[in-house]
């Protein structure tokens, strides 16, 4: 493991849609209006709102990009209504006013932004960060893994590494080989589900 990278749920700064409850609403008035940007079929910004849909009993209209540059070019003009965000990319925008930030989609408040709150507050049970890790060929011999995993978390624990990530909206996060082989396999399971429950297929 080496990072997280949360993502916030956004709108165009003039939207009348100022939270989550409000997000809710307007999708539950009008189903499948309400729309939201992604960088594409299947991409982090898709899932996650593929599994706030789920837990929220709501549905929206997708609209795919190819990235997410475009995605976000549109949610500041006003064309899309929202999109889940990566923060490292929003960030700027929600300073200078452009973006309202309605919630983060970590199971915790975030010291960029410790006034939104998480969408977990609101929806229990929701969570979707990106998170960025390290992974080798499967026969790399085990001594060499452990080694690479010891170093990887010995940088990460520096302040002056953790600081430099903070500063792009990237949360430095190393972990146990173990830990990370559970947590790919349970993000298996768990994302193969709400792909199936959503029919996501990619383009």
Same mark, same amino acid.
């Given at each position: 493991?080496?990072?997280?990278?949360?993502?916030?749920?956004?709108?165009?700064?003039? =939207? %009348? $849609?100022?939270? !989550?409850?409000?997000?809710?609403?307007?999708?539950?008035?009008?189903?499948?209006?309400?729309?939201?940007?992604? &960088?594409? @079929?299947?991409?982090?910004?898709?899932? =996650?709102?593929? $599994? /706030?849909?789920?837990?929220?009993?709501?549905?929206?209209?997708?609209?795919?990009? %190819?990235?997410? @540059?475009? &995605?976000?070019? *549109?949610?500041?003009?006003?064309?899309? *209504?929202?999109? /889940?965000?990566? $923060?490292?990319?929003?960030?700027? /925008?929600? #300073? +200078?006013?452009?973006?309202?930030?309605?919630?983060?989609?970590?199971? %915790?408040?975030?010291?960029?932004?410790?006034?939104?709150?998480?969408?977990?507050? %609101?929806?229990?049970?929701?969570?979707?960060?990106?998170?960025?890790?390290?992974?080798?060929?499967?026969?790399?011999? &085990?001594?060499?893994?452990?080694?690479?995993?010891?170093?990887?978390?010995?940088?990460?624990? #520096?302040?002056?590494?953790?600081?430099?990530?903070?500063?792009?909206? !990237? +949360?430095? +996060?190393?972990?146990? !080989? +173990?830990? /990370?082989?559970?947590?790919?396999?349970?993000? #298996?399971?768990?994302?193969? *589900?709400?792909?199936?429950?959503?029919? $996501?297929?990619?383009?």
């Amino acid at each position: 493991m080496l990072a997280r990278v949360p993502m916030v749920l956004i709108v165009n700064a003039e =939207s %009348k $849609i100022n939270s !989550i409850e409000d997000v809710i609403a307007a999708a539950k008035a009008n189903p499948d209006t309400l729309s939201f940007a992604s &960088a594409g @079929a299947g991409s982090p910004q898709h899932m =996650s709102a593929a $599994i /706030f849909q789920s837990l929220t009993d709501t549905t929206m209209m997708h609209v795919p990009y %190819k990235g997410s @540059a475009p &995605a976000l070019v *549109d949610v500041l003009s006003g064309t899309v *209504d929202i999109m /889940f965000c990566p $923060i490292n990319s929003a960030l700027p /925008f929600i #300073r +200078e006013g452009r973006l309202k930030a309605l919630g983060v989609t970590s199971t %915790k408040r975030l010291a960029d932004l410790p006034e939104v709150p998480s969408i977990a507050e %609101k929806v229990p049970g929701f969570e979707s960060d990106i998170w960025i890790g390290l992974v080798a060929p499967a026969k790399t011999p &085990a001594s060499t893994i452990e080694k690479l995993n010891a170093e990887v978390r010995r940088v990460l624990a #520096r302040p002056d590494i953790q600081q430099k990530l903070a500063q792009q909206g !990237i +949360e430095a +996060e190393s972990s146990s !080989i +173990e830990a /990370f082989n559970q947590l790919m396999t349970s993000d #298996r399971k768990r994302w193969s *589900d709400v792909i199936r429950r959503a029919n $996501i297929k990619v383009d």
